[in-house]
């Protein structure tokens, strides 16, 4: 079973970088399969879409980077937690997830802008920065 819900552009080519993210770094057959099938729907949907605009593939990519960095500091969060270690750096890597998440929903929002989306994801977060 699926269910087709509207999404903004946006949040879509978030979900495709994740995946491909996924399929570099996901061994298990079984769970790579279902990441391919997902992968496979979804750049589907974003084929069919025929979304264009100057800039998207540039946005596309430091949305990848962005996302990259992220899985990266989720390892070393683990790996600082299966160690029991939470020193300087985990602190770091605790604050750069929010810090990363932050610079991902800008980048959403502009990509949202940028194809003139009518669905436009909002946070409410405390500022923590001057």
Not at 52 to 68: C, H
Not at 114 to 130: D, M, N, P, W
């Amino acid at each position: 079973m699926e269910l087709l819900v509207p999404v903004s552009p946006g949040e879509l080519l978030d979900k495709l970088t994740i995946l491909d993210i996924k399929l570099r770094h996901i061994d298990d057959a079984e769970k790579l399969a279902n990441v391919r099938r997902e992968h496979e729907l979804l750049g589907r949907v974003w084929q069919e879409a025929g979304l264009e605009a100057p800039r998207l593939g540039s946005l596309r990519a430091e949305l990848l980077n962005v996302n990259q960095r992220l899985w990266q500091i989720e390892d070393d969060i683990r790996d600082c937690e299966r160690e029991g270690r939470f020193d300087e750096a985990f602190i770091s890597l605790a604050r750069s997830v929010y810090i990363e998440n932050d610079r991902r929903a800008a980048l959403k929002r502009e990509i949202n802008r940028l194809l003139g989306s009518k669905i436009v994801e909002e946070k409410s977060y405390a500022r923590y920065r001057g």
